[in-house]
């Protein structure tokens, strides 16, 4: 009896410190990165750094101005949610609310294969398939472009916005359905005006963490975006994002230099956007749960 | 005698090769309250849900025999469900509002069926609201969700709903199961006003509600329908021995 309680003891004392430690580890690569990066501060503003419209670290004087970048991986991401999105909240309800059970398991199996795909070889095929195409498709002198950043996103956000959202779907109580098909509701008005509804938060999180994914995601885009750090007028233009400018500059950095501060300085930068998109993916997974 | 307006012709009924109900033969008059009862497992939900299809909804279901709602084959060729299910409305078990608004739970059927102007849909929801006694108390929350209204007030409002289709028939079952016995009375009140415009069959376990509220009764027993008649005859003098012992307690 008193040797179980110590168990009991030690097991619930273990969990604790393990939930604790990851909360720790997190904080410490923040501070890890607030003294790296925030000496950069005192030769740019904050002001200067994320709007100056010029980013050219190794010129003399260096110009760091995070402008561009911000607007790559803005207009990357926003082409990525366009595309994703849509496709991933329809094929979410098909998956839960339409396919047979057969079609179900297949389509849940290739969706947990595409997310197993790592970014590296997606990157890859984006590269050498949809590069040359969309050059051709649009008469580019490039084909590696912001538009091709987005569609290669779309693919590693499709299938956490598909998983995520499909529990939801699947999560709304039977009666909604029973109630709406009792009052002579078709299956697309239950699906539609019904659970879609019902699970609407549930839905709004799964974008979130899809978006978090395609703001974090540095291969693949490094390698169909062009990388030409320049603010872009239009979507089939080179881009480089934040991510990709930290992944493709940081070997040439000095340690502790300026160019190394202004690198973690944008890790910073980044850090807080998707601590801001978990957060409001959070609050909303939360409300569903209700 | 008044009008039939379900009638089933030795209906059985077979979830898989599980055999629910067995050739019931039955005849429902409208304007009235008939009660279904029977002991737990005997077929009084399955039986309900033939009378607008719900059952389709249920992977391996099937019938033998006819049923007849409102004059119309509702198992024939020429059965239209949608239209089924407006004239013949469900409160369920449960009660189960939309997460939407008390507004929106009562415009949902009027969408679905009606075509009507937005200036209409408010005299609707005020109608339906007023008749299951809601309105003074909702007037001013209609954008709140239904989902914060109190257990009673939801039922009532999922009786609305289904009153602002304009159905013929409603269909309950065990609607008071999740209710205090207060509001149990209070519903019970609200069915005797409804009976007026609308025929009612009403599922319950509950004898002493079967005998309050209803006019017909139906007594059941696995799967088979053992008595029916007048409400009154069959509490004082059921001919069934079956019956009998059911209501007098010794089983159930
Ligand atoms: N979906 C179903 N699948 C298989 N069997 C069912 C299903 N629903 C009900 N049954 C069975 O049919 C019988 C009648 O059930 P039901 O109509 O719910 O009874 P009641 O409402 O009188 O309690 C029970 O034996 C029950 O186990
Ligand atoms: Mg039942």
């Given at each position: 009896m008193h040797l179980r309680k110590v168990k009991e003891f030690i097991i619930e004392r273990m969990i604790f410190l393990s939930g604790i430690m990851s909360i720790i580890i997190v904080a410490l690569i923040f501070i890890f990165l607030l003294k790296e990066g925030l000496s950069i501060f005192w030769r740019v503003p904050i002001s200067d750094f994320l709007f100056a419209r010029n980013w050219y670290p190794i010129s003399d004087p260096p110009q760091f101005g995070i402008l561009p970048l911000i607007l790559g991986s803005i207009l990357v991401t926003a082409g990525a949610g366009v595309i994703s999105i849509p496709i991933g909240i329809a094929s979410a309800l098909f998956i839960a609310e339409i396919a047979p059970r057969k079609t179900k398991e297949v389509l849940k199996a290739g969706i947990e294969l595409l997310a197993a795909i790592p970014s590296v070889v997606i990157g890859f095929i984006g590269m050498v398939t949809l590069g040359p195409f969309i050059k051709d498709l649009f008469h580019l002198s490039t084909g590696l472009t912001a538009l091709s950043g987005s569609i290669t996103l779309a693919f590693m956000a499709m299938p956490t916005i598909v998983s995520i959202a499909e529990d939801a779907i699947t999560a709304v109580p039977r009666q909604y359905r029973d109630a709406a098909i009792a009052m002579g509701a078709t299956k697309w008005q239950t699906t539609w005006r019904i659970v879609a509804h019902a699970a609407r938060p549930g839905m709004v999180a799964a974008v979130m963490l899809g978006i978090g994914r395609v703001i974090g995601e540095t291969m693949a885009v490094m390698m169909v975006t062009g990388n030409a750090a320049l603010i872009p007028h239009s979507i089939l233009?080179?881009?480089?994002?934040?991510?990709?400018?930290?992944?493709?500059?940081?070997?040439?950095?000095?340690?502790?230099?300026?160019?190394?501060?202004?690198?973690?300085?944008?890790?910073?930068?980044?850090?807080?956007?998707?601590?801001?998109?978990?957060?409001?993916?959070?609050?909303?997974?939360?409300?569903?749960k209700k | 005698m008044k009008k039939l307006i379900i009638e089933t012709r030795h209906l059985d009924l077979f979830y898989g090769s599980f055999q629910a109900l067995t050739d019931i033969n039955l005849g429902i008059e409208e304007k009235n309250i008939t009660a279904l009862i029977g002991p737990s497992g005997c077929g009084k939900s399955t039986l309900v849900r033939v009378f607008n299809r719900m059952n389709d909804t249920i992977e391996g279901v099937h019938t033998n025999g006819e049923v007849e709602v409102l004059g119309e084959n509702i198992f024939g060729p020429e059965a239209d469900l949608i239209a089924l299910r407006q004239k013949v409305g469900m409160v369920f078990q449960r009660p189960n509002p939309f997460p939407l608004s008390v507004y929106e739970n009562i415009t949902f059927g009027l969408e679905i069926h009606h075509s009507r102007s937005k200036k209409e849909f408010g005299e609707m929801v005020e109608q339906s609201l007023t008749d299951v006694m809601l309105w003074n108390d909702l007037k001013d929350r209609l954008d709140r969700s239904a989902l914060r209204l109190s257990l009673e007030q939801q039922q009532r409002l999922c009786i609305a709903r289904v009153l602002a289709m304009k159905p013929q028939i409603i269909l309950m079952d065990e609607p008071c199961s999740a209710l205090d016995p207060i509001a149990t009375l209070r519903i019970e009140e609200l069915m005797q006003e409804l009976k007026r415009n609308y025929s009612i069959v009403i599922v319950t376990h509950n004898m002493q509600q079967a005998a309050r509220a209803s006019d017909y009764t139906a007594f059941m027993y696995l799967g088979n329908l053992i008595e029916f008649g007048n409400t009154k005859s069959i509490f004082t003098k059921p001919v069934q021995k079956k019956t009998e012992e059911y209501i007098t307690g010794r089983f159930g």
């Amino acid at each position: 009896m008193h040797l179980r309680k110590v168990k009991e003891f030690i097991i619930e004392r273990m969990i604790f410190l393990s939930g604790i430690m990851s909360i720790i580890i997190v904080a410490l690569i923040f501070i890890f990165l607030l003294k790296e990066g925030l000496s950069i501060f005192w030769r740019v503003p904050i002001s200067d750094f994320l709007f100056a419209r010029n980013w050219y670290p190794i010129s003399d004087p260096p110009q760091f101005g995070i402008l561009p970048l911000i607007l790559g991986s803005i207009l990357v991401t926003a082409g990525a949610g366009v595309i994703s999105i849509p496709i991933g909240i329809a094929s979410a309800l098909f998956i839960a609310e339409i396919a047979p059970r057969k079609t179900k398991e297949v389509l849940k199996a290739g969706i947990e294969l595409l997310a197993a795909i790592p970014s590296v070889v997606i990157g890859f095929i984006g590269m050498v398939t949809l590069g040359p195409f969309i050059k051709d498709l649009f008469h580019l002198s490039t084909g590696l472009t912001a538009l091709s950043g987005s569609i290669t996103l779309a693919f590693m956000a499709m299938p956490t916005i598909v998983s995520i959202a499909e529990d939801a779907i699947t999560a709304v109580p039977r009666q909604y359905r029973d109630a709406a098909i009792a009052m002579g509701a078709t299956k697309w008005q239950t699906t539609w005006r019904i659970v879609a509804h019902a699970a609407r938060p549930g839905m709004v999180a799964a974008v979130m963490l899809g978006i978090g994914r395609v703001i974090g995601e540095t291969m693949a885009v490094m390698m169909v975006t062009g990388n030409a750090a320049l603010i872009p007028h239009s979507i089939l233009q080179p881009v480089r994002t934040l991510t990709a400018t930290v992944a493709a500059e940081m070997g040439e950095t000095v340690q502790g230099g300026e160019h190394y501060a202004a690198l973690f300085a944008i890790g910073i930068v980044l850090f807080i956007i998707t601590f801001l998109i978990n957060g409001v993916a959070d609050i909303y997974l939360h409300k569903t749960k209700k | 005698m008044k009008k039939l307006i379900i009638e089933t012709r030795h209906l059985d009924l077979f979830y898989g090769s599980f055999q629910a109900l067995t050739d019931i033969n039955l005849g429902i008059e409208e304007k009235n309250i008939t009660a279904l009862i029977g002991p737990s497992g005997c077929g009084k939900s399955t039986l309900v849900r033939v009378f607008n299809r719900m059952n389709d909804t249920i992977e391996g279901v099937h019938t033998n025999g006819e049923v007849e709602v409102l004059g119309e084959n509702i198992f024939g060729p020429e059965a239209d469900l949608i239209a089924l299910r407006q004239k013949v409305g469900m409160v369920f078990q449960r009660p189960n509002p939309f997460p939407l608004s008390v507004y929106e739970n009562i415009t949902f059927g009027l969408e679905i069926h009606h075509s009507r102007s937005k200036k209409e849909f408010g005299e609707m929801v005020e109608q339906s609201l007023t008749d299951v006694m809601l309105w003074n108390d909702l007037k001013d929350r209609l954008d709140r969700s239904a989902l914060r209204l109190s257990l009673e007030q939801q039922q009532r409002l999922c009786i609305a709903r289904v009153l602002a289709m304009k159905p013929q028939i409603i269909l309950m079952d065990e609607p008071c199961s999740a209710l205090d016995p207060i509001a149990t009375l209070r519903i019970e009140e609200l069915m005797q006003e409804l009976k007026r415009n609308y025929s009612i069959v009403i599922v319950t376990h509950n004898m002493q509600q079967a005998a309050r509220a209803s006019d017909y009764t139906a007594f059941m027993y696995l799967g088979n329908l053992i008595e029916f008649g007048n409400t009154k005859s069959i509490f004082t003098k059921p001919v069934q021995k079956k019956t009998e012992e059911y209501i007098t307690g010794r089983f159930g």
